[in-house]
């Protein structure tokens, strides 16, 4: 390469990490909006980012995906589910190859988590199965889940149930792999994270409210 064709890389690199630390700049403005409760300043300045189409897909998930939450913030719920649905293809292109934990481990890590209970809740819990995907479905964020959740529970809470006319109830818990992985740095966190959230939606069943299981140590 010539003394004239390096100067000129040097120039765009240069251009370009410019150009990174500013949108990072911006995205944090847009989160300090909507964390101020300015969502409608934050979307538009979060639609400015991702229309210039610069970012990188993991970065740009995460721009979209602050961009849902202001936009539900300003009642904006179908913009939100659109935004929302982005984000999982983005999430999905943007996943490291490797796990941090094969499927075989995952699963006996939330097996030892749903073992601390006690019995008797184990055996209430015998026909609630528990599913393990990597993200929501495109159909369950259309129908509005967060695509990053870590894991939902499905289902009519057992205090919530009508006793009267002995209908069925179809439950299921599901745990999100790659969602669980994404928050993670480690092998020995992303056990912890599972643990958690195995208890948390366990509870859910049960009728937990997300306030108690914040006391509780397991939000």
Same mark, same amino acid.
């Given at each position: ?53 610069? +970012? ?9 995906? +602050? ?32 796990? +941090? ?12 988590? +749903? ?105």
């Amino acid at each position: 390469m010539s003394p004239e064709a390096q100067k000129r890389a040097a120039s765009s690199a240069s251009a370009e990490a410019a150009e990174r630390r500013q949108l990072e700049i911006e995205l944090h403005e847009a989160a300090r909006l909507l964390a101020a409760g300015d969502a409608p300043s934050a979307v538009e300045r979060l639609r400015a980012i991702v229309a210039r189409g610069v +970012l990188a897909p993991g970065r740009e998930a995460d721009a979209r995906y +602050l961009l849902a939450r202001a936009l539900g913030a300003s009642g904006e719920r179908a913009a939100m589910t659109d935004e929302w649905g982005l984000v999982l293809r983005l999430d999905a292109a943007a996943a490291p190859p490797q796990p +941090l934990m094969p499927a075989d481990e995952f699963e006996a890590v939330a097996e030892a988590a +749903l073992a601390e209970l006690p019995q008797e809740l184990l055996d209430e819990l015998r026909s609630v199965p528990i599913l393990v995907a990597d993200r929501p479905s495109a159909e369950m964020v259309a129908g509005g889940i967060d695509p990053r959740v870590l894991g939902i529970y499905h289902g009519v809470p057992m205090t919530r149930r009508s006793t009267s006319f002995g209908a069925p109830y179809a439950d299921t818990i599901y745990l999100f792999s790659a969602n669980l992985e994404r928050v993670c740095a480690t092998r020995a966190a992303l056990a912890e994270r599972i643990r958690v959230t195995v208890l948390h939606e366990t509870a859910h069943y049960f009728g937990y409210t997300e306030l108690q299981l914040r006391r509780m140590g397991l939000a």
